[in-house]
């Protein structure tokens, strides 16, 4: 049974940095791209970036550039995301993903807010 479980949200002040955890289980993630995707309140869930398994090469939406940095662990089955100089509109619940066994599945979401 595929598992993805979310940490390290919280509220921080505009500037500030998180990482946020996604630990795979279930399957073995190494070879699978894994995205995050956030839904800001009100909004339509967005993509934010996403990692491929063995090269580990990345890809993010253009107002994370720069600022946002995927990375992954594939002995830990653990992806993380850097998330640096947080800006309110930033605010939202992060969700990890990953399409396997031709389903998505989805964690719980952790909660970002980014306070002005």
């Known amino acids: 049974q595929v598992q993805l479980v979310e940490s390290g949200g919280g509220l921080v002040h505009s500037g500030g940095s998180l990482r946020l955890t996604c630990v795979a289980s279930?399957?073995?993630?190494?070879?699978?791209?894994m995205n995050w995707y956030r839904q800001p309140p009100g909004k339509e869930r967005e993509w934010v970036a996403s990692?491929?398994?063995?090269?580990?090469?990345?890809i993010y939406e253009n107002s994370v550039k720069g600022r946002f940095t995927l990375s992954r662990d594939n002995v830990k089955n653990t992806l993380y995301l850097t998330m640096n100089d947080l800006k309110p509109e930033d605010t939202a619940m992060y969700y990890c993903?990953?399409?396997?066994?031709?389903?998505?599945?989805w964690g719980q979401g952790t909660q970002v807010t980014v306070s002005s």
């Open positions: 990692i491929t398994g063995t090269s580990q090469s990345t």
């Open positions: 279930g399957f073995t993630s190494a070879t699978y791209v």
């Open positions: 993903h990953v399409l396997w066994g031709g389903d998505d599945h």
